[in-house]
Each structure stands twice: as C-alpha cells, then as structure tokens.
C-alpha cells in the first residue's frame, strides 16, 4: 500500500497550498532596460538535453550585458516539469519565469500560475508581425496574452544521406509530393530497405497523424475545442495513409518507442518525420550523413504539426518590481537573440530568424521554409491531456491494426468529447 | 495488512507474558502504553490515517488542487467508475484488468521459483556464497535502471534478444509478449528477496525433522511435503501476501519499460491513478480510483489469510 499512501500524503501536500486568484497580472515597470539594484531571478526549464548548455550560454551572455542581474536557471524534464511548476507557485517557492510549452498555457493561465503579459509585450512593443503569426496566436488564451514565444519546433522530413544513395535516389532532392514520396519508398523496398517506420506512439507517430490530419484539411477540434474532430473523413484518410506505409511493407510491424529513430542513425531507414530537437543528436551521431526538408505533401495541403517554447512569468504572492522589470528584460533579450538556434530551434522572433546568424544554419533554415504552414493545437485547458488519454491509444490502436481507422477514431472522438465536456465544467469556460 | 504474517514469524519469548504482568505489579501507568506507542503513532496519523481521511474527503469533490473551486460532486466519481461506457470507466478498468493480469501471472512465479532457488542455495556446495550473492544482486537496482536496461535488450526492432534469436518478436510493443516481458523481468528482478526470506526459514528448521522422517523411511518428496512445507507456513503466508500486494502495485516496470504499450493495455491501475490525479489534476477522481483500488486489496488479503488460517485448522 505505500505507494497509495505516497500518492494520498502528496495530495495532502499539494491541497494544503491552493488558493490562487484567477487571472493574476502585475506591473512590469516601464522602459526596455534594466537599471534598479542588483536582483536574482529564478529561471525554470526543461531542458535537460543538449539544448540546456545552449540557454544556459544565452543565459550567461545576458548576465554579461546586464550587471545587476543574476539568474539560477533550473532545469528538470519536462515529464515533471508541469507537475512541479504549479504546486512550487502555489506554495510560495516557485520561479520568477520559466519556459513552457504552448499547449501548456491555457491550463497553468485556468491555476493561476502564470501571469497574463498584456503590459509587457505592450511596453516593449511586440506584434504579431514581429513574429510567426501561428505562434503568436498559440500563446495567447481567451484573449489575453500569457506566453512570449522563444522558438518553434516542428517536424520535417530527416534523410540518411548514405542510404538514399545506395538506393539510387538523389539525396539533393527530398520528395516534395505524396506521388514522390511512395515512389521513392518503393525504390527503397526493392532494394531490401524499410525506408519510413510507422510508430504507434506520440513520438513520432503522433506528430505524423496531426500533421496529415491537417494536410488533408481536417482539424483536431473546433476552434473552441468543445468537440474533437478528427475522426472526419480527413483524419480517416490520413491514418489510412500511416497503416498503409505497414500494409504495403515500408515499414515493419510492432516498432518501439524511439526504434524508428535509433534505426535511422543506424542506417535501417531512409527517412523519419521527426522534430526539430532531432537536428542535435542526429548531429552528433558519428558517421551519420543526413539531410533535412520540410514534410513531403500527402494531403491537399502543406501543413506539419508543431509545438514551441513560450516565456512565462510566475505569480507571486508579494510581487517585486524589480524582479518583473529584469524578468522582461530578460525575455526581450533572449527571444531576439538567433544564438538559441543552434539547440536545433526556429527562433520565433522574425528579427532573429532573418538574421546572418541564423540563414547560416542550413538543417535548421531548411525547417524554417515550413514557417508559413505550421500548426499549432487549439488553446483549451487540458486539452493535451484529453488528447493523450483518447486519440494517442486510437492512433496507436489503428497503427498496430487492432481496429479498424474509422472505429478507433469515432470512439476516441467519443470519449474525447466527453473528457472535453467535464473539463469544461471545471474551468467554466 | 501483512502484519498478521509477521506476528506469526516472530518467536515469542515464553518469558514475555511474566514481565508484563510484573511490570503492572510496579505501578504502570494507563498511559504508559500510549507512550509506548507514541513515536510510531504520531507517524502514523500524520502520514496514515489523516492522508486517507483527507482522501475520502477528496474523493467526493471535483478537486483541482490548483482551482479555488473544489465542487462537491457526491458519489459522482464514484459512480462514473462504475457507469458502462463513461470515459473514465473504461481506461480505469482495464488498467485495473492490466493490474489483475500482471498479478496473476507474478505471483505464482514468484512464490515457487524462489522456492526452488533457496533450498538449492540451502545445500551444501562449492561457491555457495557466490552464487546466494549473485541471486539477490539484480534486487539491489533500482526499477529505473532494470526496465531501461530490457527495454533495450527487449525492443522489437534494435533489441540485443532478436538480434541473437534472429528473430523479430515484439518483445514490448505487443501482447502477449509485453506481458511475458514485464513478468519475466519482474520475476529475474525481484525473486533474490523472496529467495531470501525462504532460505533464512529453511535455515531455521530443525535437522533433526528431517533425521526423523529418513529414519521413518521418507523419500525427498515426502521430506519436502511433510518437514519443509509445514515448517515454512508462516513464512510462506509472509511472501504470499507481500507479493501480492507488491504485484498489485506495479507501477515503474510498465511506466518505463512499455510506456503501456501496446495501445494502454499494459497501464496499470497506479499508473492510470497517478496520471489522472497528478498529470490531468482531477484529484478527487483518482482519490475515488485509488479507494476501489484499495477495497480490491484488502478483500484479497483478507482471502489469503483466512484460505492459510482455514488450512490451519484443519491440521
């Protein structure tokens, strides 16, 4: 029984220090820079990979240019990451600012954990133009702003450069069209390779159905996100499209959790749609020649799924000017800089992202061109986990062909809807 | 629970019932039990019996604990586990079937094997330390380290297993391998403890017994059921129950090694109840789970006890 009593002590805990008030906002000062006394901002994020290194450099660069301001960044996985974040800034220790994923914004804005930054980005003058228009729109809910966007990372198409050459095809020109895309598969099964591996889980089978979901012209829920539509004829068509890659033998049955991506650095594929934060640890495999475009086109439209890292501030029980000043500062800083690019990230700010520095990353230039046509999910608290809990299993049930497309999406659409519903009423949205 | 198990092994001294009746002669005081009891008392209302009074509370609200709002919902979170076709019905209780499935399969496993292992352990050979050693040592690691070391021996495709077998069985991602996998690594990772435990009620039993049953003309068989096993009872009733309940619980094995695959049916019940409470916010909710959970537990061990006790009697 211990573990249930963990659980029950840890929910006893985690109760005893609600209470926030909805919808907290604070004044961040005026002005774009920095000069009270010496303050200590706390930083928390997720990245416990490659990419930590990288922040952590920006984060000294702007320590650099700012005197009088320190931070302690924290870093821990993102699987704990949202479990820790809110129960610290209900209890009074949590961070100045932090990094978190835009589909996580609605749901900490809905517990009061962070605070909706309207007067920041007004006194330091940022618009949508300014940036990536979907991204901008992702980080905003119920029409306020709560996110300031640092970067965008979506999937593309990965290529083995070695074993697109032993298979004749050019590795100079990536298929563009779903006619190319099956054409080079079937070149690539004649010569004894599975050149796509279809996952059942989130990464990256996942991320592959959302953005056929949409390249086939379908959404994942209305624009409120009361209603989960992706069992339309789209998302039927575009899972079809997965478990026909299996059916028509380019991709083997039953693969694992990140197989498809160890056996592409392995040479056992040809291509992965995987995301952004791929280009760091394909880049440091030895002996790995690949190359990177944006998603082949299989549906009507062009479109690939993408998530991104937002700026947050934290509410705070005794609010520190001073503090909030820095925090903007320091958000400002480091969403203009294209030095955050090199982790394997799109900056999301168009300065950066048009920017020397940044054309000169060519993998992540190339993932760039895909800007225009990124999708994010609706804004909804808890939706992620609704579709965690619901579509995940369907796709994964489709995937394996223990249902058919059509009964695994109609019924996870069913549950989802009323996982939608309850969450509704908790939020009262 | 389990403590009725551990009573029966201790030894009590013939001497014990004389001190306490001395020991009221002095003078006790009424309260001097409670203060007896106090250390482990006090732990065990804050950390006990206060958690799981606040968890019924709870379980009777739609509790966010993040919201202001904590709506009393009645029984609701109760009855949605129980309405067919509601969406928290159907993944509660097939992770509650995965939990079953996992359970019934271990535990047999578990009891026996180690069995086995300790009266092996228990004759007299060269390197008999070692190998005691070698069988207890995966116990030492942690569930982290053992389910990412198969995980990777095990995957399907990039695995060392299928690699060496030439083979491409879906050791992780489908049933019923998954489950063979999580059983088998489960049974290699933990039968040191239960072996253990065995050997140290082996060593406790008289070699005379089974001088006796040679002398009377008992072959093995008839040695290992009528000296061993009754002799082990009370540590047999021990590793029954705790295996069970440690069954009943698994959590780190399927969390990390199949992530649930294929398609959540390898979810166990703790995994879905810390999920709903701790990733989805819906304490109440999981508080509700967590008590069918726990109804489920104790009806169980109650069961063994009274099948050991009934088996008692009889003798």
């Not at chain 1, 012209?217 to 069992?231: I, K």
């Not at chain 2, 380290?145 to 069985?169: E, Q, Y």
């Amino acid at each position: 029984m211990s573990r249930q009593q963990f659980l029950f002590a840890c929910a006893a805990l985690l109760a005893g220090c609600g209470g926030a008030s909805r919808r907290p906002t604070a004044s961040f000062g005026t002005g774009t820079g920095y000069d009270g006394p010496p303050v200590t901002l706390d930083f928390w994020n997720g990245f416990t990979g490659g990419d930590g290194p990288q922040m952590l450099a920006l984060v000294e660069a702007f320590e650099k240019q700012h005197r009088n301001v320190r931070v302690r960044m924290v870093t821990s996985r993102w699987e704990d990451f949202y479990t820790k974040l809110p129960a610290a800034v209900a209890s009074g220790q949590g961070p100045d600012l932090a990094l978190m994923h835009v589909d996580q914004i609605p749901t900490n804005a809905e517990h009061g954990t962070i605070l909706a930054l309207d007067d920041l980005v007004r006194d330091l003058g940022l618009r949508e133009q300014d940036f990536a228009a979907p991204v901008w729109r992702a980080g905003a809910y119920q029409g306020r702003r709560y996110g300031v966007p640092l970067d965008m990372h979506p999937i593309g198409l990965y290529a083995n450069t070695q074993v697109l050459e032993k298979a004749g095809l050019d590795p100079k020109r990536l298929p563009e069209t779903r006619d190319e895309y099956e054409a080079a598969l079937e070149e690539l099964k004649g010569k004894g390779i599975q050149g796509h591996w279809v996952t059942p889980f989130f990464f990256t089978g996942g991320h592959q159905f959302m953005s056929l979901l949409w390249q086939f012209g379908g959404e994942l829920t209305d624009p409120a996100a009361t209603r989960a539509t992706w069992n339309s004829d789209a998302g039927v068509e575009a899972l079809e499209w997965l478990r026909s890659l299996i059916k028509r033998g380019y991709s083997p049955r039953n693969v694992g959790q990140d197989a498809d991506s160890i056996a592409f650095k392995n040479g056992q594929n040809a291509f992965i749609w995987n995301g952004a934060w791929a280009i760091g640890d394909y880049g440091s495999t030895e002996g790995l020649k690949w190359t990177l475009a944006p998603l082949p086109r299989i549906g009507s439209e062009k479109a690939a799924w993408s998530n991104s890292h937002n700026f947050t501030v934290m509410r705070q029980s005794s609010p520190d000017e001073n503090r909030l000043r820095a925090a903007k500062v320091l958000i400002d800083t480091i969403t203009k800089s294209p030095a955050w690019a090199e982790a394997g990230q799109i900056p999301a700010r168009r300065s950066a992202r048009e920017s020397p520095a940044f054309r000169k990353l060519e993998a992540q230039s190339r993932l760039a061109e895909q800007v225009p046509d990124l999708r994010f999910a609706a804004a909804a608290p808890g939706l992620s986990d609704v579709r965690e809990a619901t579509l995940d299993i369907a796709i994964a049930q489709a995937v394996n062909g223990s249902q058919t497309v059509r009964h695994a999406l109609d019924d996870s659409a069913r549950r989802a809807n009323e996982l939608l519903r309850l969450n509704r009423e908790k939020y009262a949205t | 629970m389990g403590t009725g198990a551990l009573e029966q092994l201790k030894v009590r001294p013939p001497a014990a019932k004389r001190i306490a009746v001395r020991g009221v002669e002095r003078g006790m005081r009424s309260w001097t039990p409670w203060l007896f009891l106090a250390p482990y008392l006090v732990l065990f209302t804050l950390f006990v019996a206060i958690p799981v009074l606040y968890g019924l509370w709870m379980s009777l609200h739609n509790w966010d604990q993040f919201l202001d709002e904590k709506p009393w919902a009645g029984l609701s979170n109760y009855t949605e586990l129980f309405r067919p076709g509601s969406a928290k019905a159907g993944p509660f209780w097939s992770a509650m079937r995965a939990t079953g499935i996992f359970t019934v399969l271990s535990v047999p496993l578990l009891v026996i094997l180690p069995l086995g292992v300790a009266m092996l352990l228990n004759e007299r050979f060269r390197g008999r330390s070692f190998f005691r050693a070698m069988y207890f040592a995966p116990y030492v690691l942690g569930v982290v380290v053992v389910s990412m070391v198969f995980r990777f021996l095990l995957d399907p495709n990039i695995g060392a297993l299928n690699h060496l077998l030439g083979s491409t069985t879906p050791w992780t991602t489908a049933l019923p391998w998954a489950w063979i996998s999580l059983v088998g690594m489960t049974v290699w990772w933990t039968m040191g403890f239960n072996a253990v435990i065995y050997l140290a009620g082996l060593q406790d039993i008289d070699s005379q017994l089974y001088e006796a049953a040679k002398v009377d003309g008992a072959n093995v068989w008839q040695r290992f059921c009528n000296v061993t096993l009754p002799a082990l009872r009370p540590v047999i009733v021990f590793v029954v129950t705790v295996t069970i309940l440690a069954s009943a619980n698994v959590f780190g094995q399927s969390y990390l090694m199949t992530q649930g695959a294929p398609e959540k049916k390898t979810r166990t019940a703790i995994m879905f109840i810390a999920e709903e409470g701790f990733q989805d916010f819906n304490l109440g909710s999981a508080a509700a789970m967590s008590y069918v959970l726990a109804l489920f537990l104790m009806a169980l061990s109650a069961g063994v006890f009274f099948f050991f006790r009934r088996g008692e009697d009889r003798r």
